[in-house]
């Protein structure tokens, strides 16, 4: 089950080999959560609650000529930001590569975006994949690169048929 972090959850021994992504649950995760920087979802097993996996959520904003051509034509020119929804971290511990729980977590953390997004309006999920193993898994999954940015994103109204019934 999917759930936001907390005390009682065992960070300790998450490994998903990127120490960058390591480091930021054992000893940042925690701090942004209670400074409300970020919430932080993790996936934990057994009566240790350890952490297998976790990503995180907060609210972001896109510079509106960060988006192609085609897309600034249907967005107003009003805005000079464009507000959208940042996925900062995804991650599985390395023991658990394999399973599909990567799949798993960003269909939780899209799914958690949409629904806030009928509450806070929020254009996209814009995440900025840390290499590119991390930028072919959210190209696999329908998300589109932003134009000189590294950063990449899937709008909402595809969300909208992913999960509208």
């Known amino acids: ?80 930001t464009i507000p959208t929804t940042l996925l900062g971290r995804l991650a599985i511990d390395k023991s658990r590569h394999g399973e599909g729980l990567g799949k798993i977590l960003l269909i939780d953390a899209l799914k958690r975006s949409w629904e806030n997004s009928q509450i806070v309006a929020s254009y996209a999920v814009v995440v900025d994949p840390l290499d590119e193993e991390a930028k072919s898994f959210y190209l696999h999954y329908g998300f589109t690169e932003l134009p000189d940015s590294g950063k990449m994103f899937i709008p909402m109204r595809t969300l909208d048929e992913l999960f509208t019934i």
């Open 1 to 80: 089950m999917v759930e936001l972090l907390h005390r009682g959850h065992n960070k300790d021994g998450f490994d998903c080999s990127k120490e960058l992504l390591n480091n930021y649950l054992r000893n940042q995760a925690g701090q942004d959560v209670k400074r409300k920087l970020s919430a932080c979802y993790v996936l934990a097993y057994g009566e240790t609650k350890s952490v297998i996996g976790y990503y995180t959520l907060s609210n972001y904003g896109i510079p509106i000529s960060s988006f192609s051509t085609q897309i600034r034509k249907r967005l107003p020119g009003t805005y000079t």
